[in-house]
């Protein structure tokens, strides 16, 4: 067997049980004794960082921080009246918010913050994460945080969201006064890794692999057909290494 398991994520939103379902799923693939686990998110637009967040805290071997800046430019608005919850949005910024140098209002708790590993139920085998062009917000800061660690490999396609950053963290509605068309406008500016180069990329995968109209019309999914032959290889060194480790605890004839 290739003691292995796969996770789908298409979305990181509030509402969905989603941490029952990884508190849930690591349990069990500790009880299965899993060494190999893909985690699709290739599909994934984001959602609450909080739950993107905890998935990563039971996958990260060190301490993480998932941004260097978090900032807004203003804690008002002159439009004030055509946003959503504006004056709670003032209250909030007021308290957990203060100018810096820069003349932005920072989040400087989350800015310093360091997120702790799972001690419980933490999952030490190798990590196989799918991404693709749909891979935005918080799926982003998931793979960002976990990319370049021994045991993780980013495979796909380059995300959608920004490698450097993204606006996100606080999104009202906004009602357009004559049409009355709603949209979402987040308000923070968040760095993921302020020094990177700034150049409008993605999250690069480590294994590139693309897809075409070809595949589609052959149903072929090409990225799983890398992951799991690199799974497949994994298991056999490791069985052979099992296999040449017990030979060589054997006691040669005639002792």
């Given at each position: 067997t290739l003691r292995s398991a796969f996770m789908t994520l298409n979305t990181f939103s509030s509402g969905n049980h989603l941490r029952g379902f990884f508190r849930r799923s690591f349990r069990e693939m500790r009880k299965r004794d899993i060494k190999y686990l893909v985690v699709d998110v290739r599909n994934n637009g984001g959602g609450d960082a909080s739950?993107?967040?905890?998935?990563?805290?039971?996958?990260?071997?060190?301490?993480?921080?998932?941004?260097?800046?978090?900032?807004?430019?203003?804690?008002?608005?002159q439009f004030g009246s055509h946003i959503e919850l504006q004056p709670l949005y003032w209250l909030w910024t007021l308290f957990v918010t203060h100018k810096a140098d820069d003349g932005k209002f920072h989040f400087g708790y989350f800015e310093r913050h360091y997120y702790q590993p799972k001690r419980r139920k933490h999952f030490d085998g190798q990590v196989y994460i799918l991404t693709g062009g749909n891979s935005f917000s918080a799926t982003t800061l998931f793979a960002k945080a976990l990319q370049?660690?021994?045991?993780?490999?980013?495979?796909?396609?380059?995300?959608?969201?920004?490698?450097?950053?993204?606006?996100?963290?606080?999104?009202?509605?906004?009602t357009l006064p004559n049409t009355h068309i709603r949209f979402r406008l987040p308000r923070f500016k968040l760095i993921m890794d302020t020094a990177l180069v700034k150049e409008g990329r993605g999250i690069r995968p480590d294994i590139e692999v693309g897809y075409n109209s070809l595949f589609v019309k052959r149903g072929i999914d090409p990225k799983l057909g890398v992951v799991f032959r690199i799974i497949r290889d994994s298991a056999r060194l490791d069985q052979e290494r099992r296999i040449n480790q017990s030979a060589g605890h054997r006691s040669p004839p005639g002792e």
């Open positions: 739950n993107s967040t905890l998935l990563t805290k039971y996958l990260s071997r060190k301490p993480f921080k998932l941004a260097d800046s978090l900032y807004t430019n203003k804690r008002s608005s370049g660690q021994s045991n993780v490999t980013v495979i796909g396609e380059e995300t959608g969201g920004g490698a450097y950053g993204n606006t996100a963290w606080m999104i009202p509605d906004v």
